[in-house]
């Protein structure tokens, strides 16, 4: 049987126990093991599922229903660019039921479909943000349509000398503290829902030139309109690099660590669609409360996109914001790798190391679904024991291959995390397990 570090952690840790016997945070010390910087982390131990020869803790699961899709299927927008079924791995770990890794579901143009659907729709001022906390409350900030945040950052790229400086007057680690919820937030957040701990983006700290903007662009304004857009692209590409993270549909209310029902913005259809195709083909547990409760159809209410750097952690916790425990939580990554720990009920339960790659779906549902987790360290690329292209060559030439060629550079410095939930509000508002 593989020897993991989470193995040792717990070992060393049980020696530890305090002397009035409380238990040691087997959790928190693998945490800390992976997210150390200096000296780095020994990733050695973390499990590569997909190479993994570990019978004992990594079972690769046998699909039933591997058919194609069906015209109901393929009529819903969520399917564009899924394998098919046929060609899914998914990986489930032993002594975590619920627990699934899906590899190789997602095509290179699904993995261009979502990265471009969260860079330029998602990022909207619909949306509910981190930079709302930083802007007096207002979600104007992520702008809409062709003036989104992303956008207007992007042509800063255009404009010469607009990326030697990053137009802050603070250092790292006062931007990180501005980008967290207070700590009367942190307090009443508990494990609810958690969101990245900062890491300075390249975008803060520098970035690289890019063709210059089209004469069309440039002769279709005034002199004034030019140095307004000018100024205005400039802030934009300052303020993008502090995107942390944005809800969709059911925004979360931190201050009262609830989802707001009186705030809320139309899910998207098509990440919906995606969801429901997963859920109804993948080996989910159907535990009581989902067969009273959503037995036909996962049913998107809410997500929370995260923007992950070099640096960027997610402190272990668990999601019970949520009024259906039945009801699975889908992730989606894209970009950079991640090393993934997958606790149990407890934080005295030693972790399990996981590596998460672009493309991959991580589903927590049945018993797993209340389980810590964490992701203690992204990764540059060169340390990827199994680094991959992004989105594939497969591109039309022109407006369409420039386009994704600054989103796959985006994607060379940080790691897009969706996940989503069904909130189930009840009508008496109380959960079921």
């Known amino acids: 049987?593989?020897?993991?570090?989470?193995?040792?952690?717990?070992?060393s840790a049980a020696s530890a126990a305090t002397a009035d016997g409380e238990a040691p945070d087997v959790f928190m010390k693998a945490f800390k093991q992976y997210k150390s910087r200096h000296p780095p982390p020994d990733?050695?131990?973390?499990?590569?599922v997909s190479r993994c020869q570990d019978s004992a803790r990594i079972e690769r699961v046998t699909l039933q229903d591997t058919s194609p899709f069906s015209d109901a299927e393929v009529d819903q927008e969520g399917v564009v660019g899924l394998r098919p079924v046929s060609e899914w791995q998914v990986f489930a770990v032993g002594g975590k039921p619920g627990f699934l890794l899906v590899r190789n579901a997602l095509s290179a143009r699904a993995v261009r479909h979502w990265v471009r659907r969260t860079l330029q729709d998602f990022i909207c001022e619909s949306n509910a943000s981190n930079l709302d906390l930083q802007h007096g409350g207002?979600?104007?900030?992520?702008?809409?349509?062709?003036?989104n945040l992303w956008r207007r950052a992007e042509r800063a790229r255009a404009i010469p000398h607009a990326n030697t400086e990053d137009h802050e007057d603070a250092g790292p680690q006062q931007k990180r503290e501005r980008l967290q919820p207070s700590s009367s937030q942190k307090q009443k957040q508990g494990h609810h829902m958690h969101v990245p701990a900062a890491a300075a983006s390249t975008a803060e700290q520098s970035a690289k030139p890019a063709a210059a903007a089209t004469p069309t662009e440039e002769t279709s304004r005034t002199p004034a309109q030019t140095a307004s857009q000018t100024a205005a692209d400039i802030q934009a590409r300052a303020v993008f690099g502090k995107l942390r993270w944005l809800t969709l549909g059911y925004h979360y209310d931190w201050t009262n660590n609830v989802y707001d029902r009186a705030r809320y913005t139309p899910f998207p259809a098509d990440l919906a669609a995606l969801c429901r195709v997963l859920a109804a083909r993948l080996p989910l547990p159907a535990t009581q409360a989902a067969q009273a409760t959503q037995a036909t159809a996962f049913k998107a209410e809410a997500a929370i996109v995260n923007f992950y750097y070099v640096g960027s952690t997610l402190a272990g916790h668990t999601d019970h914001a949520e009024f259906d425990f039945g009801a699975p939580i889908l992730s989606l990554s894209f970009g950079l790798p991640a090393v993934f720990l997958l606790g149990g009920r407890t934080k005295q339960e030693p972790p399990v190391p996981l590596y998460v790659r672009n493309g991959d779906i991580v589903v927590m549902a049945g018993e797993s679904r209340l389980c810590y987790h964490a992701v203690p360290a992204v990764l540059r690329r060169e340390f990827d024991p199994q680094p991959g292209a992004y989105g594939g060559v497969d591109l039309e030439a022109g407006s369409e291959e420039a386009e994704w060629r600054a989103m796959e550079r985006y994607l060379q410095e940080t790691r897009i995390n969706i996940n989503v939930r069904q909130v189930s509000f009840p009508e008496e508002g109380e959960r079921t397990a």
Not at 4 to 10: E, F, H, L, Q, V
Not at 43 to 48: G, M, P, R, T
Not at 138 to 147: E, I, M, P, Q, Y
């Open 1 to 11: 049987m593989m020897q993991d570090a989470s193995a040792t952690a717990a070992a």
């Open 43 to 48: 990733l050695k131990d973390v499990i590569d």
């Open 138 to 147: 207002s979600a104007a900030v992520l702008g809409t349509g062709d003036n």
